[in-house]
Nanobody, 128 residues
């Protein structure tokens, strides 16, 4: 099991910003593709964004595109999710997940079933 530790969640007003972090090991950072998912109370888990291990290519859900940015910092072995212009509908527990291998297509990265390891999640609450 790979280490994945999320942080950065909190309470923010609509229109505000948060930056979530997913800290991991160097081995994971170099070899695993990382996805961010979120789950609102009473709803199913949904994919938000992903970044590939090999090329750093990024993908976004329709809800995230234009407002969220996924990035990575090799010096810190950390993947970030910068969230801007937050809306009450963004309220959820956000989790990062990792899947090993060379994946450059978006389709598998959107599917939570592909991921091998998950962090514990961080709560994001957006007030109106």
């Amino acid at each position: 099991q790979v280490p994945l530790v999320e942080s950065g969640g909190g309470l923010v007003q609509a229109g505000g910003s948060l930056r979530l972090s997913c800290a991991t090991s160097e081995q994971t950072f170099l070899n695993y593709n990382i996805g961010w998912f979120r789950q609102a109370p009473g709803k199913e888990r949904k994919w938000v964004a992903a970044i590939t291990a090999k090329s750093g290519r990024t993908y976004y859900s329709d809800a995230a595109r234009g407002r969220f940015t996924i990035s990575r910092d090799s010096a810190r072995n950390t993947v970030y999710l910068q969230m801007n212009n937050l809306k009450p509908d963004d309220t959820a527990v956000y989790s990062c997940a990792a899947v090993l291998g060379t994946i450059e297509d978006e389709a598998p990265l959107r599917d939570s079933g592909w991921y091998d390891d998950w962090g514990q999640g961080t709560q994001v609450i957006v007030s109106s």
